[in-house]
């Protein structure tokens, strides 16, 4: 859990601003331009992925632990399922756009499908994140003799 | 239009080296770059949204499978090639391919869906929903019940995750002896 050599770390420390500020941006402009939710999500858990490889387990854990992961996984979805409801108690019908249009083109526009983007990001990224650490980490967290080198 | 086909005969060299690698380190390899060649043929064809998503999955699949399967033991797998698996499944792929020659004979051209509603949502896209991207104008307005099934479908198989792969009563302790 140690993490890897001085050059990954020195790189990632650069470059991991940018991939989160990218999928903050993707996130934040799914409405505008390519993107979205999904992919969004997808590039945080590839960051965290990323902090993880470099600088060991406990690191990140210190940061975001794996229950508040699970948190963060049911809350987007939790997020997205009550703006759909809200959509149903104001509008009428399921997942009705129930927030004012606004200015095309412009970062406020398209109701509340920004606001769904965020939750799915949120959403996204947390799962995939837990899946990572499920599949890779949790194996390793007893019999850490023949396996501790691999992290 | 040549470049394309150039890409898909790479990209099936490259699944069938994916397939015929005794590493798997080769084989996570050729499915990679099989993957990105897909992206840039997305990418061709005018479905940015869709390149991105390739791209960024690929990437997390990749890493999560060299992690997880390719580091954690060396799983080559050896057997004979089996003659009669091999007729059967060079059968199958012919009688697919002819259905699917037959199939394709009756569709339109390339560009020229079948449905029309699609057209509405080209025309209505941006007045209807405000949203400038149509890709999130469908998937997010006209069919936010659709993406609420499938991050349904993502929170459920993550819960799956995380039932089988949990630390808790995995390893053999005091009151539990099922486990190993």
Partial sequence: MKGMTLIVKQVTKLVIGFILLYSAYIILYGHLSPGGGFVGGVMLACGFILLVLAYGKDFVNSMISDESLKGWDCFGALAFLVLALIGYALGGYFAENFLSKGENYHLISGGFIPIANIAIGIKVGACMAGAFVGLTIFHLSKDTSSESHML | ?180
Wanted: hydrophobic residues 55%; contains cysteine.
């Fill in chain 2, 1 to 180: 239009m040549v470049i394309l086909w150039i890409l898909i005969a790479f990209m099936i060299l490259a699944a069938i080296v994916a397939v015929e690698a005794k590493g798997l380190l080769s084989t996570v390899i050729s499915v990679g770059a099989a993957g990105l060649i897909l992206s840039v043929i997305f990418m061709m064809l005018g479905a940015p949204d869709l390149a991105i998503t390739q791209v960024v999955v690929e990437v997390l699949c990749l890493v999560l499978l060299i992690r997880a399967a390719v580091m954690r033991e060396d799983s080559t797998l050896e057997s004979p090639p089996n003659r009669f698996v091999i007729a059967i499944g060079l059968i199958g792929c012919g009688i697919l391919l002819t259905s699917v020659y037959f199939a394709f004979q009756s569709m339109n051209g390339f560009g020229q869906p079948l449905m029309h509603l699609a057209d509405q949502y080209l025309q209505n896209g941006l007045e209807k929903t405000g949203a400038a991207n149509y890709v999130m104008a469908v998937l997010l307005d006209f069919r936010a019940y659709d993406t609420i099934g499938e991050a349904t479908v993502i929170f459920g198989s993550i819960i799956g995750v995380y039932a089988i792969l949990r630390k808790i009563g995995k390893y053999k302790h005091e009151g539990n002896d099922l486990n190993r």
